[in-house]
């Protein structure tokens, strides 16, 4: 019933900018901290930024200056905006959201299907 939806992966030349969005959709109690990850083949998914409910953000070293993370409450939406865009930046590029459903006295980890950015050099 509660699911993430990522959007706006595609193809980029390095150095050009990116905006990837995360939607949360079903019975939602509350969101608390919201998340982007990213994982390329063989290797381990990594934090790329995170944001919490009153708006405090972490970055990846890697991203830092780079990236911005923000959010839309009213929209249940979580952006990740990408500049200055890296080949090594090539990932599927996941949402996680720490996320109360409706009904429940606790809360999940639940995480989108994933987006995939290509940056080509």
């Known amino acids: 019933q509660v699911q993430l939806v990522e959007s706006g992966g595609g193809l980029v030349q390095a150095g050009g900018s990116l905006r990837l969005s995360c939607a949360a959709s079903?019975?939602?109690?509350?969101?608390?901290?919201m998340c982007w990850y990213r994982q390329v083949p063989g290797k381990q998914r990594e934090l790329v930024a995170a944001?919490?409910?009153?708006?405090?953000?972490n970055y990846a070293d890697s991203v830092q200056g780079r990236f911005t993370i923000s959010r839309d409450n009213a929209k249940n939406t979580v952006y990740l905006q990408m500049h200055s865009l890296k080949p090594e930046d090539t990932s599927v590029y996941y949402c996680?959201?720490?996320?109360?459903?409706?009904?429940?006295?606790?809360?999940?980890?639940?995480w989108g299907q994933g987006t995939q950015v290509t940056v080509s050099s």
């Open positions: 079903g019975s939602i109690f509350s969101i608390n901290t």
């Open positions: 996680n959201a720490d996320m109360r459903a409706s009904g429940s006295f606790y809360s999940y980890d639940y």
């Open positions: 944001i919490a409910s009153g708006g405090n953000t």
